[in-house]
């Protein structure tokens, strides 16, 4: 199926990349199916991913996987949250964190505190807040990001 994207024009989509987020996400609670637009150049792989609405061409959040930049990253949530999205088992499961990139770069931040989870086998995902208090909404991670990928 090919949908309209603000940012990437027409996109080709595989119905088994469509999730469910039955309760949408906090302000968007109206828009429920999404997929994940990535970068496949195949150059190197690409920090961010983005979050694309189908219901709102315009919606789409930029999105990374932090273990690459918070290997520890260790979010503890509440186990009503994740009953929408059926059975965590095994390697269904996709955590992702939302990022902010304003007009000055360095100042980028991933919100720790309320990650995006996706479960592979129901296709179902949801946006929950973590109990953990150590985790920010907004953490600055440019200079890591800088340092990964070689830069000074």
Do not use: H
Request: one cysteine or more; charged letters at 30%; hydrophobic letters at 35%.
């Amino acid at each position: 199926m090919v949908i309209e994207t603000k940012n990437f024009g027409d996109v080709e989509v595989d119905e088994k990349n469509i999730y469910e987020f039955e309760y949408g996400l906090p302000g968007f609670e109206d828009l429920r199916k999404f997929t994940i637009i990535t970068d496949d150049s195949g150059e190197k792989e690409a920090p961010f991913c983005w979050l694309q609405s189908l219901e709102s061409p315009e919606i789409s959040f930029i999105m990374m996987d932090v273990y690459s930049i918070v290997p520890d990253y260790n979010p503890l949530v509440y186990d009503d949250d994740l009953e929408s999205i059926g059975e965590i088992e095994g390697d269904n499961l996709l955590i992702y964190n939302i990022v902010v990139i304003p007009q000055i770069v360095s100042k980028m931040s991933v919100n720790l505190k309320a990650p995006v989870v996706i479960n592979l086998t129901t296709k179902k995902g949801r946006q929950v807040i973590v109990k953990n208090d150590d985790y920010q909404i907004k953490y600055y991670f440019y200079e890591e990001l800088k340092k990964k990928n070689g830069g000074e």
